[in-house]
């Protein structure tokens, strides 16, 4: 049974942040545009996203824009692969963990010195949250949106592990209007 405690549940935040971004940069590549990087964050609770300097959010764009493949391939990654790529990751980074309460949070860890760039921040917290869901449950809770016409990334927060579709409401609803309409042709 998945049991989930504060702990859980920031982390659950985490890597839905981490999905949602790497979804949108993915999109804006393939697409040539931009990212929403700073909105998206802010949307997910990263607090300091509406401060952070352009160059911060940039950097942001940057290294989580390289991480995307990586990302995209946890669905079907083998663990010690993607053990091996975490460690490098954040080998790159200060890491100075501490315990906060700010902002009515309540207490939570983290990752990087308060001085730390709002960048540091958001990739630390990132990695740290995919290392703790990969030491817990490996690669199973994340899966690739059954929709014929979509590849975005999803993590599986169900108790079940019974997710099929990424956030956009619209691909389970293209895939159910489908099969129902071949359920009727059929009879």
């Given at each position: 049974?998945?049991?989930?405690?504060?702990?859980?549940?920031?982390?659950?935040?985490?890597?839905?942040?981490?999905?949602?971004?790497?979804?949108?940069?993915?999109?804006?590549?393939?697409?040539?545009?931009?990212?929403?990087?700073?909105?998206?964050?802010?949307?997910?609770?990263?607090?300091?996203?509406?401060?952070?300097?352009?160059?911060?959010?940039?950097?942001?764009?940057?290294?989580?824009?390289?991480?995307?493949?990586?990302?995209?391939?946890?669905?079907?990654?083998a663990p010690q692969p993607?053990?091996?790529?975490?460690?490098?990751?954040?080998?790159?980074?200060?890491?100075?963990?501490?315990?906060?309460?700010?902002?009515?949070?309540?207490?939570?860890?983290?990752?990087?010195?308060?001085?730390?760039?709002?960048?540091?921040?958001?990739?630390?917290?990132?990695?740290?949250?995919?290392?703790?869901?990969?030491?817990?449950?490996?690669?199973?809770?994340?899966?690739?949106?059954?929709?014929?016409?979509?590849?975005?990334?999803?993590?599986?927060?169900?108790?079940?592990?019974?997710?099929?579709?990424?956030?956009?409401?619209?691909?389970?609803?293209?895939?159910?209007?489908?099969?129902?309409?071949?359920?009727?042709?059929?009879?």
């Amino acid at each position: 049974m998945y049991v989930t405690s504060g702990h859980d549940t920031e982390i659950r935040l985490t890597l839905e942040a981490m999905v949602d971004l790497a979804n949108a940069l993915a999109d804006a590549g393939d697409a040539g545009g931009a990212a929403d990087v700073r909105g998206l964050l802010s949307d997910h609770g990263f607090t300091r996203a509406g401060a952070a300097s352009a160059a911060s959010i940039g950097r942001v764009e940057s290294r989580v824009g390289a991480m995307v493949p990586t990302l995209h391939s946890l669905p079907t990654a083998a663990p010690q692969p993607t053990v091996t790529w975490i460690n490098g990751q954040l080998a790159d980074l200060h890491i100075t963990p501490s315990v906060t309460d700010h902002d009515g949070a309540g207490l939570h860890i983290h990752w990087t010195p308060a001085a730390a760039r709002f960048d540091e921040q958001v990739v630390a917290d990132i990695l740290m949250a995919l290392a703790q869901e990969i030491c817990d449950h490996g690669t199973d809770r994340f899966g690739t949106c059954a929709a014929a016409d979509c590849d975005h990334l999803f993590y599986d927060a169900t108790r079940n592990g019974s997710r099929r579709f990424c956030s956009d409401p619209r691909c389970a609803s293209r895939t159910h209007t489908a099969d129902h309409r071949a359920r009727q042709r059929a009879t």
